[in-house]
């Protein structure tokens, strides 16, 4: 950039449109490491799982997408596994600056606030802080909570205020600002009827007699909830993560179809995670030959459907994303006027 100051000409590289402003630096570095550094508690619990289950390292690998292929872990499960590379993921590109990393990051923090907070509810039962002081590990997986609790109150306070907008403009001014918004609805549809199924699904099982709702709702919220062994849900209980799950899906498909620029990272991010747990169970029902079984009632056929769509539209949003026709930083990033701001000397 060429500025003009007192008769002097300076000379500035234009700031990258996928790289957030200078000011918010220090916000995003912040995330980050808080990020990185619950990442890395989770990825010392994998460890720990392989290690004690005498696992090799082919069998380690097929478990990621064979649910079948490796039974011995107690701690990692691959919804565990998914908010691991999450949290990495996302921490790494915080690091860079990246703005789509931030609504990537701020679906993390809302989740793992969630998570410690279910935690806590459970901490309220005795029997169910005596298992964290009966076993050896307990303290170890306190503090991968409390650490949790930290990572997520650090990513919401930093990065809630590091928001930031492309310069004003008409909306459809520009080619890439129409196929933005047309792009941004499509992937927001898909994701409002996956959040529909799945809610549907949800709902179905306490109507047709399956569990009663208020045990659905302490598992939803309560950690002592499940008569297994404390620690055993790092990425929370099943209850848990499919309300996150649809919460997660209806939020994001409605502000995806309002076309805001600023959810694409978080599109991405749950995209991909829906897309690997869904591999996973059509993997599951490739092994176990249940694939004609799920025919032979409307009720499985539905579910299999179900699944289909799944693995559909998480690959549409997946591939969407991340074409360069989705960037939320098309040229309006770029030309936004960075000279002349009160008390910024000019600098983005």
């Excluded at 307990?138 to 609790?149: C, D, H, K, Q, S």
């Excluded at 792009?183 to 994701?191: A, E, H, K, N, Y």
Aim: glycine fraction near 12%.
């Amino acid at each position: 950039m060429v500025m003009q100051d007192d008769g002097t000409v300076e000379v500035r590289p234009e700031p990258h449109p996928g790289r957030a402003a200078a000011r918010h630096s220090g916000a995003y570095i912040r995330a980050g490491v808080a990020l990185l550094l619950y990442g890395a508690a989770l990825g010392a619990w994998a460890l720990y799982d392989v290690l004690h289950a005498d696992l090799g390292v082919g069998d380690f690998l097929e478990g990621l997408f064979n649910p079948l292929a490796a039974l011995g872990p107690l701690l990692f499960g691959p919804h565990a596994w998914a908010l691991t590379v999450a949290t990495a993921a996302v921490g790494g590109l915080l690091l860079a600056r990246r703005r789509a990393a931030r609504t990537a990051a701020l679906l993390l923090g809302a989740v793992l606030l969630a998570l410690s907070l279910r935690e806590g509810v459970g901490l309220l039962h005795e029997t169910y802080r005596t298992g964290y002081a009966a076993d050896p590990l307990g303290g170890w997986y306190l503090a991968t909570r409390v650490l949790e609790l930290v990572a997520s109150v650090v990513v919401l306070f930093a990065l809630v205020p590091a928001g930031e907008r492309p310069a004003p403009g008409p909306p459809g001014a520009t080619g890439a600002s129409r196929w933005h918004h047309r792009i941004s609805r499509v992937c927001g549809v898909l994701f409002l009827i996956m959040g529909v199924l799945v809610l549907a699904w949800t709902a179905w099982g306490p109507a047709a007699g399956r569990g009663a709702v208020g045990g659905y709702l302490r598992g939803l919220v309560d950690a002592s909830a499940r008569e297994v062994p404390f620690g055993t849900d790092l990425a929370g209980s099943p209850e848990f993560r499919t309300v996150t799950s649809v919460v997660a899906l209806l939020v994001l498909g409605f502000l995806a179809c309002r076309a805001r620029a600023d959810v694409r990272g978080a599109l991405l991010l749950l995209a991909a995670t829906r897309l690997y747990l869904t591999v996973q169970m059509v993997v599951l029902l490739a092994v176990t030959g249940s694939f004609d079984a799920s025919l032979r009632t409307a009720e499985s056929t539905l579910s299999l459907m179900t699944t289909a769509y799944e693995l559909v539209a998480s690959t549409s949003v997946v591939i969407l994303a991340t074409g360069p026709r989705f960037s939320a930083y098309d040229a309006r990033w770029a030309a936004r006027p960075t000279a002349g701001l009160p008390g910024r000397g000019g600098q983005p």
